[in-house]
C-alpha cells in the first residue's frame, strides 16, 4: 500500500526493542535514541541481563525492560533504574510475561503485572512503586497475559489463559478495583470473567479500539473440523454491556493485534497490516518486511507473535523495524 507518509531512520546496529518517547524513537535495550528528524543518538546505561521486549508509559517518563518468556523485569526512569520486578515461574516459558504500563484517570501512571503468582493482578504506582490494590484472599485462576489499559485508563484487558491450556480474555474495571481490589479476583457483572471469542471459540489476539470496545480474534486451531462449529470470526465486545456488538467473518487474522489509531495494527505475511472496524479490506504495506523482535519465532507454548512494531500513543502513526531501516507511516485521518 502506498499513498501514506513515509520516513526511513538508519541504523547502525539493528534496534533490539522500539517505543516511543514523544515524538522520538528509542530502543530502550539496545540504548539508542532517534530524534523526530531521525538523527540516531547513541545512549548509556545499557542493563547487564537477557532483557528482549520494552514498554513505554503513556507520558514516555518510564519505561519496562522485561524477558518475555523469563521472570525479571526492570523499570526505569529516562534510563535510569527504578527497581526490578518479578513474576511467578509457573509456566513462565510457556506465556508472554503479565505486564501493561497505563494512566488513571486521576493522572497517575502506573503499571499492572503479577509480581506474586500467575493468578494475582496488581496495581502499583509507577514512580513510588505504592500498591494501589492490596488484599486477602484467593485469586480465580487464570494464566494471565497480555495485558493492557484502555486509553482511559478506566479499564485493564488480559489476553490470558486457563488450563488445559485454554486461551480467552477477560476485562476489570480499574476504577472498581482502586475501591475494591478484591474485584480483580472473581466475576462481579460482566467483569472478571473468563469470555471466549465470538464464535465461542479460543482467542487469538484481542486489542483496544477505543476506551470502551475491545477486538477478538479467534484462534483457527480451536475448531477440530467439526462441521457444527461456526465458521471462525473476529468480534468487537462492548465493555460497558459485557456483550458483542458485531462480528465479521472476512477478517480474523493470526497475529498479534496492536491497538493504532482506532483500528489494529498487525504483521501477516511479513508485513504490516491496518484494518479498522468498517472497513473491506486491511491497507497492506508488501514492501515492508517487518522483522521479530529477539526470540519470538522460536517461541514454544501460547502463540505469542512480537513483531517490532510501535505504535505512536497519541497520533495515527506506527514505526516497524526492517533488516536495513526503521520505517515510519503516517496513518494521516483515516
Not at 494471565?144 to 484502555?150: A, G, I, N, Y
Not at 480467552?168 to 479476583?185: K, T, Y
Request: contains cysteine; charged residues 25%.
Amino acid at each position: 500500500m502506498t499513498g501514506s507518509p513515509i520516513k526511513r531512520y538508519s541504523f547502525t546496529w539493528p534496534p533490539r526493542s522500539l517505543v516511543w518517547q514523544g515524538d522520538e524513537l528509542v530502543d530502550r535495550i539496545g540504548a539508542a535514541r532517534w530524534l523526530e528528524d531521525g538523527s540516531p543518538i547513541m545512549l548509556g546505561g545499557r542493563f547487564p541481563y537477557a532483557f528482549d521486549r520494552a514498554l513505554a508509559s503513556p507520558s514516555g517518563l518510564y519505561g519496562a525492560l522485561y524477558a518475555e518468556r523469563q521472570t525479571k523485569g526492570l523499570l526505569v526512569d529516562d534510563g535510569s533504574m527504578l527497581r526490578e520486578i518479578d513474576r511467578s515461574y509457573c509456566h513462565a516459558d510457556d506465556y508472554a510475561y503479565p505486564i501493561a504500563l497505563g494512566r488513571l484517570c486521576d493522572g497517575r501512571e502506573v503499571i499492572a503485572h503479577c509480581p506474586k503468582t500467575y493468578d494475582r493482578l496488581e496495581i502499583d504506582t509507577l514512580d513510588k512503586g505504592k500498591r494501589l490494590t492490596r488484599r486477602r484472599g484467593k485469586s480465580q485462576d487464570i494464566f494471565h497475559s497480555r495485558l493492557s489499559f484502555s486509553p482511559d485508563g478506566r479499564f485493564l484487558l488480559s489476553a490470558g489463559w486457563v488450563w488445559h491450556p485454554w486461551n480467552g480474555f477477560c476485562i476489570f474495571d480499574v476504577a472498581r478495583a482502586l475501591e475494591d481490589p478484591r474485584s480483580l479476583d472473581r466475576e462481579e457483572g460482566p467483569f472478571g470473567a473468563m469470555q471466549p471469542s465470538v464464535t465461542r471459540g479460543e482467542v487469538y489476539a484481542a486489542c483496544w479500539l477505543d476506551a470502551e470496545r475491545v477486538l477478538v480474534t479467534t484462534d483457527l486451531r480451536d475448531l477440530d473440523h467439526d462441521e457444527d462449529e461456526p465458521t471462525p470470526a473476529s468480534g468487537i465486545w462492548s465493555v460497558p454491556d459485557g456483550a458483542w456488538i458485531s462480528q465479521s467473518t472476512a477478517w480474523n487474522p493470526q497475529a498479534s493485534l496492536f491497538s493504532c489509531a482506532g483500528g489494529a495494527l498487525y504483521v501477516e505475511n511479513g508485513h504490516p497490516h491496518w484494518w479498522a472496524p468498517g472497513m473491506e479490506a486491511p491497507l497492506a504495506w508488501p514492501d515492508i518486511a517487518v522483522v521479530a523482535a529477539p526470540g519470538a519465532e522460536s517461541r514454544k507454548g501460547i502463540v505469542h507473535d512480537c513483531p517490532l512494531l510501535a505504535v505512536h500513543p497519541t497520533a495515527p502513526r506506527f514505526a516497524a523495524v526492517t533488516a536495513e531501516a526503521i520505517i515510519v507511516v503516517d496513518l494521516g485521518d483515516r
